[in-house]
């Protein structure tokens, strides 16, 4: 059975960072094209980032520069790494995975919390 | 970057209508477009993928036609769980953006 488990989110000031991770079981994250799509509070869906199977990765205007998506194959889990944060990354924060290029995110993760404060 | 609509952005309905939601999309992105349900608290699930494929275990009921720049998704007869917002996506091209959704509730 596939499963996506994302923790990592909390509370941090403006300027910070945090790690988001995001556990797969079922299936490996380099055999899959893996996403993150965040959605603020009160908010639609908004795509974030992509690691494709091979190795490249895409990001949103708004997150490029900023934060870095990467997995680790031996423990079968996807990241993201977001620096400098601002109030308006406030946001839960999803995985999610296609099977190839162009497909739809198949498989989600529960979501994470991050909310950016002082 | 390719820019999703969706109209309308809310409706009200009732149980057994017919309810169609449109999406369109601000290039062409072929049959690259894919539609989603999400209840409060909850994470998307996919109804619809490459604008008319039903994606296994989602009820008949649902379908999705369109090409090009603009789509449909029709629910056939609103069932009580059906009450959700809806999101269309293009996987066209990155950034793979999402529509604005469509909220519908009960009248």
């Known amino acids: 059975e596939v499963q996506l488990v994302e923790s990592g989110g909390g509370l941090v000031q403006p300027g910070g960072s945090l790690r988001l991770s995001c556990a797969a079981s079922g299936f490996t994250v380099t055999s899959n094209y893996m996403h993150w799509v965040r959605q603020a509070p009160g908010k639609g869906l908004e795509w974030v980032s992509v690691?494709?199977?091979?190795?490249?990765?895409y990001y949103a205007d708004s997150v490029k520069g900023r934060f870095t998506i990467s997995r680790h194959n031996s423990k079968n889990t996807l990241y993201l790494q977001m620096n400098s944060l601002r109030a308006e990354d406030t946001a839960v924060y999803y995985c999610?995975?296609?099977?190839?290029?162009?497909?739809?995110?198949?498989?989600w993760g529960q979501g994470t919390l991050v909310t950016v404060s002082s | 970057d390719i820019q999703m609509t969706q109209s309308p952005s809310s409706l009200s309905a009732s149980v057994g209508d017919r309810v169609t939601i449109t999406c369109r999309a601000s290039?062409?992105?072929?049959?690259?477009l894919n539609w989603y349900q999400q209840k409060p608290g909850k994470a998307p699930k996919l109804l619809i993928y490459t604008a008319s494929s039903l994606q296994s275990g989602v009820p008949s009921s649902f379908s999705g036609s369109g090409s090009g720049t603009d789509f449909t998704l029709t629910i056939s007869s609103l069932q009580p769980e059906d009450f959700a917002t809806y999101y269309c996506?293009?996987?066209?091209?990155?950034?793979?953006?999402f529509g604005p959704g469509t909220k519908v509730d009960i009248k």
């Open positions: 999610g995975s296609s099977d190839y290029i162009g497909a739809p995110i198949d498989y």
């Open positions: 996506q293009q996987s066209y091209s990155t950034p793979f953006t």
């Open positions: 290039q062409s992105i072929s049959t690259f």
């Open positions: 690691i494709y199977s091979g190795g490249s990765t």
